[in-house]
């Protein structure tokens, strides 16, 4: 006999169920060479604000088009990537912004 028991009826939301959300999973994909960096300012065409979390990957080679942490005059800066040969010291992977209410 089994030592399961069940009881009551079967949820209509049980199909829909899903694993819950990783932040880790979702926004790193190679932890050693993973950084959270603070933008100093906004980029309109990418719709960055000042002060929002770059996920930046060290490990990943920046597309042309795609948004790079470049070195400009020992200083780190966001580009986005093209051919002008800017030092790139990783890939911004992703954006987490946090809701300010007034």
């Not at 603070?38 to 920046?62: K, Q, T």
């Not at 948004?67 to 986005?80: F, K, S």
């Amino acid at each position: 006999m089994s030592s399961r028991s069940t009881t009551g009826f079967p949820s209509h939301a049980d199909p829909f169920r899903e694993e819950p959300l990783d932040l880790n999973s979702l926004l790193i994909s190679n932890r050693a060479s993973t950084f959270l960096m603070r933008s100093a300012g906004s980029i309109p065409g990418w719709s960055i604000e000042e002060g929002d979390i770059l996920v930046v990957d060290r490990s990943c080679d920046v597309r042309r088009g795609g948004l790079a942490v470049v070195t400009r005059d020992g200083r780190l800066a966001l580009w986005e990537a093209t051919r002008d040969g800017a030092p790139v010291w990783g890939t911004v992977r992703a954006i987490v912004r946090v809701l300010r209410h007034g």
